[in-house]
Nanobody
């Protein structure tokens, strides 16, 4: 069974930075593209970024493009999201996601709060 565990969230001031991690286990991590999503309270889940299985190709939502960087270390079965120039509207629970055999798997999420 697929397991995903996010970490690294916290409280940060506007303009600050955080790095989120997603530790993956119980599947062949290097074979799959990975994604970050986020969900603010009372709002629908929003796609944030995607990274190909090798890490060569990345894609970003317009709202985070130029500020966030998705990466992965296939030797550590870990995906990252470096978040710079954070804005209050980035406040959300951030989830990592993988689709394996047409099934979407999610971690428990990590809270990011951007506030002065």
């Amino acid at each position: 069974q697929v397991q995903l565990v996010e970490s690294g969230g916290g409280l940060v001031q506007p303009g600050g930075s955080l790095r989120l991690s997603c530790a993956a286990s119980e599947f062949t991590f290097s074979n799959y593209a990975m994604r970050w999503y986020r969900q603010a309270p009372g709002k629908e889940r929003e796609w944030v970024a995607r990274i190909s299985s090798s890490g060569v190709a990345t894609n970003y939502a317009d709202s985070v493009k130029g500020r966030f960087t998705i990466s992965r270390d296939n030797t550590k079965n870990t995906m990252y999201l470096q978040m710079n120039s954070l804005k209050p509207e980035d406040t959300a629970v951030y989830f990592c996601n993988v689709m394996v055999y047409s099934v979407n798997y999610w971690g428990q999420g990590t809270q990011v709060t951007v506030s002065s």
